[in-house]
Nanobody, 125 residues
Framework: QVELVESGGGLVQAGGSLRLSCAAS????????RGWFRQAPGKEREFVATINWSGGSTYYADSVKGRFIISRDNAKNTVSLQMNNLKPEDTAVYYC??????????????????WGQGTQVTVSS
């Protein structure tokens, strides 16, 4: 089991930037794909971005493509999400997750077996 802890959330004005980080501990010797999801009030949790085990491949939801960048540092067991040009509709609790396997670019929540507790991002208009 991998333990994940997010940080970096907060309040920002529309057009601003935030950087989320996710620190992993536990069974991190198994380096799997990692992802970010978010859940807005009254809505289902949705996929945001995913990165493969090496960091060489990424995939984004259409709603954040061109504005968000996912990256990872396997030496430090961290994954980050740089969020630029934030919009009020980006307001949500953001969760990082570790995939069950080390292949591909998973996007379904069922592909992920470990989750962080979430960090709140609020974008004001």
């Amino acid at each position: 089991q991998v333990e994940l802890v997010e940080s970096g959330g907060g309040l920002v004005q529309a057009g601003g930037s935030l950087r989320l980080s996710c620190a992993a501990s536990g069974r991190t010797f198994r380096i799997n794909a990692r992802g970010w999801f978010r859940q807005a009030p009254g809505k289902e949790r949705e996929f945001v971005a995913t990165i493969n085990w090496s960091g060489g491949s990424t995939y984004y939801a259409d709603s954040v493509k061109g504005r968000f960048i996912i990256s990872r540092d396997n030496a430090k067991n961290t994954v980050s999400l740089q969020m630029n040009n934030l919009k009020p509709e980006d307001t949500a609790v953001y969760y990082c997750a570790a995939a069950r396997s080390n292949s591909g670019l998973p996007q379904s929540q069922t592909d992920f077996g470990s989750w962080g507790q979430g960090t709140q991002v609020t974008v004001s208009s």
